[in-house]
């Protein structure tokens, strides 16, 4: 009998009703995340559990029977964090899909990890309340995953990533064990912030079964508007301008000319096909001061070398717009074989890496579409391969290698939103040096001595 098999059957014993999948062909739709193009393993088993003592139980008994633990949220990660692993036990946290409570009085909501992005924002807005957080994926990434990936989104030039967002958290440690790291108070300085460590650990240190997310108060309608230029250099120091110019706007995105003729092919939206590159500037001020606030933003822009600008004129022409930059990723898969990455470098540099993307994709021969987070300086550099080109995956690597060699001189990161998972641990003790990465050991060591929890994930 496997270590797997033992679980299995301990499992049974102790919760006869939970939902495991141990058919090789239900098993199959969770070997990859959206990494699709990585070699990941078929999981040996796949549990889907309903409640924290259903998970701690899990952990429990995979630490005893030293089977290897996947956490996994709606898979739609783009660093291969919850992909399958062969043989180990995949844990899926999307039945715990309860919104528990939402406290206007407290400004936070406690929820299950399960629950989606979109459906959760739904939810406190029915209250009046917003809760920031929305990676271009919101309708479909859940709450576990963003707090396992810290995840970014449209909106963190204004109001930050996943972790900012968060006051405290249930966490089921590898032996099983069940914590909580924080609960509904704003300022709170006892001990080490365990909070703060568990976001963005992609699995490897606990499973996340419950969070107490920060709200604020619904903002009024965005003001929103597209500007379009006539090089990517142009809307480079554009996005450096309006941060000179101090202001935050709550997006600011870049679509080059690339991802603009393909979001265009796919969804005839009716862009300036001849730019070279287009800004999306949103502002969420209230009143009148989110029209200020484009005006302002036009200014800087129009300056920076911007050709034209389209402001939307209501809220279904704003969604329309906003649109563009969303289905970007998609749009661009109906094209090839996509290979998405996730540098991030301080904003001013934005123009130089621009510039360093253009200048290594067009060295190698590779078709580069980048659109991203401007605002953040983060930007995801697509390399767009023929499906069957046989030399996609070297390719890749080279180019993709020096991609983070840039954003690194720049001082930036090789990933500034999805996490270094399996797909980009070589780059972790180059970008942080060997004795910062030492300590993650010493952490992992401490949390998880028996190496269980997503092994061969961000270290
Ligand atoms: C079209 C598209 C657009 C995207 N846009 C953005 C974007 O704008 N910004 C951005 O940041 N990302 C973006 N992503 C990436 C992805 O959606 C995010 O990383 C998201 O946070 C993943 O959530 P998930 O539920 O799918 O998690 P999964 O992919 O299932 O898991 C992600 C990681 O979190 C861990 N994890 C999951 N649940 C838990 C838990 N309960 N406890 C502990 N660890 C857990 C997993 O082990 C894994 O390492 C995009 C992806 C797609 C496909």
Same mark, same amino acid.
């Given at each position: 009998?496997?270590?797997?098999?033992?679980?299995?059957?301990?499992?049974?014993?102790?919760?006869?009703?939970?939902?495991?999948?141990?058919?090789?062909?239900?098993?199959?739709?969770?070997?990859?995340?959206?990494?699709?193009?990585?070699?990941?393993?078929?999981?040996?088993?796949?549990?889907?559990?309903?409640?924290?003592?259903?998970?701690?139980?899990?952990?429990?008994?995979?630490?005893?029977?030293?089977? *290897?633990? $996947?956490?996994?949220?709606?898979?739609?990660?783009?660093?291969?964090?919850?992909?399958?692993?062969?043989?180990? %036990?995949?844990?899926?946290?999307?039945?715990?899909?309860? #919104?528990?409570?939402?406290?206007?009085?407290?400004?936070?909501?406690?929820?299950?990890?399960?629950? #989606?992005?979109?459906?959760?924002?739904?939810?406190?807005?029915?209250?009046?309340?917003?809760?920031?957080?929305?990676? *271009?994926?919101?309708?479909?990434?859940?709450?576990?995953?963003?707090?396992?990936?810290?995840?970014?989104? %449209?909106?963190?030039?204004?109001?930050?990533?996943?972790?900012?967002?968060?006051?405290?958290?249930?966490?089921?440690?590898?032996?099983?064990?069940?914590?909580?790291?924080?609960?509904?108070?704003?300022?709170?300085?006892?001990?080490?912030?365990?909070?703060?460590?568990?976001?963005?650990?992609?699995?490897?240190?606990?499973?996340?079964?419950?969070?107490?997310?920060?709200?604020?108060?619904?903002?009024?309608?965005?003001?929103?508007?597209?500007?379009?230029?006539?090089?990517?250099?142009?809307?480079?120091?554009?996005?450096?301008? %309006?941060?000179?110019?101090?202001?935050?706007?709550?997006?600011?995105?870049?679509?080059?000319?690339?991802?603009?003729?393909?979001?265009?092919?796919?969804?005839?939206?009716?862009?300036?096909?001849?730019? *070279?590159?287009?800004?999306?500037?949103?502002?969420?001020?209230?009143?009148?001061?989110?029209?200020?606030?484009?005006?302002?933003?036009?200014? *800087? #822009?129009?300056?920076?070398?911007?050709?034209?600008?389209?402001?939307?004129?209501?809220?279904?022409?704003?969604?329309? %717009?906003?649109?563009?930059?969303?289905?970007?990723?998609?749009?661009?898969?109906?094209?090839?074989?996509?290979?998405?990455?996730? $540098?991030?470098?301080?904003?001013?540099?934005?123009?130089?890496?621009?510039?360093?993307?253009?200048?290594?994709?067009?060295?190698?021969?590779?078709?580069?579409?980048?659109?991203?987070?401007?605002?953040?300086?983060?930007?995801?550099?697509?390399?767009?391969?023929?499906?069957?080109?046989?030399?996609?995956?070297?390719?890749?690597?080279?180019?993709?290698?020096?991609?983070?060699?840039?954003?690194?001189?720049?001082?930036?990161?090789?990933?500034?939103?999805?996490?270094?998972?399996?797909?980009?641990?070589?780059?972790?003790?180059?970008?942080?040096?060997?004795?910062?990465?030492?300590?993650?050991?010493?952490?992992?060591?401490?949390?998880?001595?028996?190496?269980?929890?997503?092994?061969?994930? $961000?270290?």
């Amino acid at each position: 009998m496997t270590g797997l098999d033992a679980l299995l059957a301990d499992v049974g014993r102790a919760f006869p009703a939970l939902r495991l999948l141990t058919d090789p062909t239900d098993r199959e739709g969770y070997r990859h995340d959206e990494t699709a193009y990585m070699e990941a393993g078929l999981p040996g088993a796949v549990a889907l559990p309903g409640s924290t003592e259903e998970v701690s139980t899990l952990l429990r008994l995979a630490s005893t029977h030293r089977v *290897a633990v $996947v956490p996994r949220g709606a898979g739609t990660g783009l660093s291969g964090g919850a992909a399958g692993i062969e043989g180990a %036990l995949t844990i899926v946290l999307t039945r715990m899909n309860r #919104i528990l409570e939402i406290d206007p009085d407290n400004l936070c909501v406690v929820t299950q990890p399960g629950v #989606i992005n979109a459906e959760l924002k739904d939810a406190v807005a029915r209250h009046g309340l917003f809760y920031p957080p929305d990676p *271009a994926s919101y309708e479909s990434c859940s709450i576990g995953g963003n707090l396992g990936t810290n995840a970014g989104g %449209l909106c963190c030039v204004k109001y930050g990533q996943t972790r900012d967002w968060v006051l405290g958290l249930e966490v089921v440690l590898a032996d099983g064990t069940v914590i909580r790291t924080g609960g509904r108070t704003v300022k709170d300085t006892a001990g080490y912030s365990l909070t703060h460590l568990f976001v963005g650990s992609q699995g490897t240190l606990g499973v996340i079964t419950e969070a107490t997310l920060r709200l604020r108060p619904l903002p009024g309608p965005r003001a929103t508007m597209l500007a379009f230029f006539g090089s990517l250099a142009a809307a480079g120091h554009a996005v450096a301008a %309006l941060t000179r110019a101090g202001l935050v706007p709550v997006t600011l995105e870049l679509l080059d000319h690339e991802t603009i003729l393909a979001v265009d092919d796919a969804h005839q939206l009716g862009l300036d096909r001849a730019a *070279a590159a287009m800004l999306l500037v949103e502002s969420d001020a209230p009143g009148t001061a989110a029209a200020a606030e484009l005006d302002a933003a036009e200014a *800087a #822009i129009l300056a920076a070398g911007g050709t034209s600008i389209v402001r939307a004129q209501d809220a279904q022409e704003a969604d329309w %717009l906003r649109q563009a930059r969303r289905l970007a990723l998609r749009a661009l898969e109906r094209q090839g074989t996509v290979r998405m990455e996730d $540098v991030g470098v301080p904003r001013a540099r934005v123009p130089d890496l621009l510039a360093a993307i253009e200048r290594i994709a067009a060295a190698h021969g590779v078709r580069c579409a980048t659109f991203g987070h401007a605002g953040d300086g983060n930007l995801h550099p697509n390399l767009v391969f023929d499906r069957d080109d046989p030399d996609a995956a070297r390719l890749t690597h080279v180019v993709r290698d020096e991609i983070f060699r840039a954003a690194l001189d720049l001082g930036g990161t090789v990933t500034a939103e999805h996490g270094i998972g399996a797909a980009r641990r070589e780059w972790l003790p180059i970008q942080k040096g060997e004795g910062a990465v030492a300590a993650m050991r010493a952490i992992k060591g401490a949390l998880d001595p028996l190496g269980i929890l997503n092994p061969g994930r $961000v270290l």
